[in-house]
Nanobody, 130 residues
C-alpha cells in the first residue's frame, strides 16, 4: 500500500531550525512530486513547497520564500523540509503529499500551491516555544 510517513517534528525554541522528513513507500518515488503543507488550529491549510523528484525542480509560494527549503534523497525515497529561524506562528501540523506534478496557480496576484495530490501523510507536529 501507498504510505507517506512524516517525522522530525517536536518542540523547538524560536530562532532555531528543524528538518522534517517524509518517507514514501508503495509507489515509484521518482515518478512523483512531493509537496509539504501545514495547518494550524483554526486556520486554513497552507502550501509550503513542492519538489519534482525526477528533475529536482523546487517550487515555493510567494508567502513561503526565505525560511523553507525542500529537498529529496532518491535512494531513501524520502523528501525533506528544512525550516530556519522558527517563529511562534510556524506552530502547526506539517504533512506531506504525493502527486504526479507540482500543481500551482496564481491567486490574488501571488503564486500558491494547489492541494491536488493523490496521497497524504498523517502529519508531524511542530511546536515553537516563544
Amino acid at each position: 500500500e501507498v504510505r507517506l510517513v512524516e517525522s522530525g517534528g517536536g518542540l523547538v525554541q524560536a530562532g532555531g531550525s528543524l528538518r522534517l522528513s517524509c518517507a514514501a513507500s508503495g509507489f515509484t518515488f521518482d515518478d512523483y512530486a512531493i509537496a509539504w503543507f501545514r495547518q494550524a488550529p483554526g486556520k486554513e491549510r497552507e502550501g509550503i513547497s513542492c519538489i519534482g523528484i525526477s528533475e529536482g525542480s523546487t517550487y515555493y509560494p510567494d508567502s513561503m520564500k526565505g525560511r523553507f527549503t525542500i529537498s529529496s534523497d532518491k535512494a531513501k525515497n524520502t523528501a525533506y523540509l528544512q525550516i530556519s529561524n522558527l517563529k511562534h506562528e510556524d506552530t502547526a501540523l506539517y504533512y506531506c503529499a504525493a502527486g504526479h506534478v507540482c500543481a500551482w496557480a496564481s491567486i490574488n496576484g501571488a503564486v500558491a500551491l494547489r492541494d491536488w495530490y493523490d496521497y497524504w501523510g498523517q502529519g508531524t507536529q511542530v511546536t515553537v516555544a516563544s
